[in-house]
């Protein structure tokens, strides 16, 4: 069973910046980003192969947020930049060992339980 535990979601002002940490248990094949807004299912928001370092972004946060990893670690970051409103939400980790479209919810076996960012105006 992966454990993964997600830190350094808080509150920003727009234009301003957080980066959040996800530490997994164990390596993992693909870690991901989804974030959930109030009312609304979780969105695939990027995604990260361990292997190769390969990434996925939603077309809103490219150029904004940027997926990293430290395998040494079993770490990944996700550093987000320009931060909007619309950012606001539950950020969880995601990973999953094997294939599936990244930005499927339906993908990934393992979650964490979610780190919160809130975006005010």
């Known amino acids: 069973q992966v454990q993964l535990v997600e830190s350094g979601g808080g509150s920003v002002q727009a234009g301003g910046s957080l980066r959040l940490s996800c530490v997994a248990s164990?390596?993992?094949?693909?870690m991901a980003w989804f974030r959930q807004r109030s009312g609304e299912g979780r969105e695939g928001v990027a995604a990260?192969?361990?292997?190769?370092?390969?990434?996925d972004y939603i077309d809103s946060v490219k150029g904004r947020f940027t997926i990293s990893r430290d395998n040494d670690k079993n770490t990944i970051y996700l550093q987000m930049n320009s931060l909007k409103p619309e950012d606001t939400g539950m950020y969880y980790c995601?990973?999953?060992?094997?294939?599936?479209?990244?930005?499927?919810?339906?993908?990934?076996?393992?979650w964490g339980q979610g780190t919160p960012v809130t975006v005010s105006s």
């Open positions: 995601a990973a999953d060992s094997g294939g599936g479209d990244w930005n499927e919810e339906r993908t990934y076996y393992y």
């Open positions: 990260i192969y361990t292997l190769g370092g390969m990434t």
């Open positions: 164990e390596y993992i094949y693909r």
